[in-house]
């Protein structure tokens, strides 16, 4: 026996199978390179993810929940030709970004248009005596504008002009064309472009091998055959009689899915999420794994089902080729995981270990071939196969960082969201940022952030018990919450009595005054 064959026999046999499931992953994922597409027909297929955007808007055009909305504030100032020169460059580079969708006998294509120029409107509003109000109007309207697929561009840029230092940058980009890593990658070209062209110096940007359109020709070539046939399988065994998840709601859910949404956000201290990360990191469980047995554990509190099925997102960027091309790649993989038995937190991270692991050597196939092939009951006011989310993102940052400007996040809501709970977690220099997403056709503010609360708890308690079992944590977060909610009606009680002391001194001292005069 050699060394090799020695060290593996010596494995325990969790470890072996840990082992194999390693190296059927990594023979899994072997595919060939991407190469680029002949260009004799300005034609081309869409991608999977493509095309399942591509129905949505065919379902309800111009759905503004579709649109990826980025307010910026820039402070300092703006050379603004080299701004619109920066975009322009970024657009001329990356064919996704001028790329329009039209019908042909009923199947829909990509039309790249050679050239694009972008124009960027400046709004004055300097002068404004509701400068605010026009602020937040043209805000909220450009983040609902529609788009129509047909016609290029399929993003918008808009200047609001509040002083000679101060500007707020609108970026829309329909989701059809751009994801999460794309904003990372534009925001990073936009930055080096925009400090050349400030200098009158040429772009120092490398040439890109490939277009995001040789990726949808390739993936169309390589997911077929005994490789398509495999993830099918392993699919229709997995996602077999899915439940629909029963939440309680504080409305009656609507026939007709309205995508009506708001946010509630929260932070989760450095100290504590670092803690978060040592939970049986030593077993292979990551962060991302750790956060969704406690999302699973929080829903099956709240709806006493055991069979959690739940989406995230991944990015699906598996060949070096589209590392740095803008496009719409990601996909969603549906994690369901089975909390009976009233496991400990611990085994129930085991289990959450085991679906993820091979959800991910199964990523390939995408979520508008999944719905198709599952063929849940489609209705038109839920999401299909999922109607959570939970997404722990990890892309490139996606910060302006302009020469000579001081760029922030112009908070603004976004009041839209396709699902009935989307939790989105980052992380950050203060911590585990996290925000929930949620529909407000279903839930109020209220719900929202008891359920947020509820999460954090969670987390906090399997930080000092992971060994926990499902039904004590719940026991215990139960508890909390009644506290908390104790503490509160005080809290409120109490103000009311103060200010119904106020109400009264008001009332004394006016009375007082009336007959002294």
Known sequence: MNDISARIAALSPEKRKLLLQSLN????????????????????????????????????????????????RLTGQLNLEALKRSFNEVINRHEALRTQFILV??????????????????IDLQQSPAKEAEVLQLTNQAAQLPFN?????????????????????????????????????????????????????????????????????WQRQWLQGEHLAAQIKYWQHQLANIPVLQLPTDYPRPTVQTFRGARQAFVLPKPTLEKLKVINAHKGITLFMTLLAAFQTLLYWYTGQ?????????????????????????????????????????????????????????????FDKLVDI???????????????????????SSNLDLTGLTVSSAKFENPTTQLDLLLELTEKQEGLVGVLEYDTDLFNDTTARQISNSFEAILHHIIEQPNIHLQDL????????????????????????????????????????????
């Open 25 to 72: 992953n990594k023979k899994a994922s072997v595919s060939p390179q991407i190469i680029k597409s002949h260009r004799e027909k300005n034609r081309f297929p869409l991608s999977f993810a493509q095309q399942r955007l591509w129905f949505l808007d065919q379902l309800q055009p111009g759905n503004p929940a579709l649109n990826i909305f980025l307010p910026m």
């Open 105 to 122: 006998n009923g199947e829909p294509f990509q039309v790249i248009i050679s050239n694009l120029e972008l124009n960027i409107p400046v």
């Open 149 to 217: 697929l047909t016609q290029t561009p399929l993003l918008r840029v808009t200047l609001l002009r509040l002083a000679t230092t101060e500007h707020i940058l609108l970026l829309v980009i329909h989701h059809i064309i751009a994801d999460g890593w794309s904003i990372g990658i534009l925001t990073r070209e936009l930055n080096i472009l925009y400090k050349s062209f400030c200098q009158n110096q040429p772009s120092p940007l490398p040439n890109l091998p490939i277009q995001y359109v040789d990726f949808a020709v």
């Open 306 to 366: 055991e069979d959690i099925a739940i989406g995230t997102d991944i990015a699906n960027r598996n060949q070096p080729e589209t590392k740095d091309l803008i496009g719409f790649f990601a996909n969603q993989l549906v994690l369901r995981t089975n909390l009976s038995g009233n496991p400990t937190f611990e085994e129930l991270l085991q289990r959450v270990r085991e679906i993820t692991v091979d959800a991910y050597a199964n990523q390939d196939l995408s």
């Open 374 to 396: 599952i063929n849940p009951e489609r209705r038109l006011n839920r999401s299909p196969l999922f109607q959570v989310k939970i997404i722990l993102e990890n892309t490139q």
């Open 474 to 517: 719940i026991k215990k977060i139960t508890q909390s919450n009644k506290q908390n909610e104790l503490i509160q009606n005080q809290k409120t009680k109490a103000q009311y009595q103060q200010k119904l002391k106020l109400i009264k001194r008001k009332i004394i001292q006016t009375h007082n005054m009336e007959i002294a005069e």
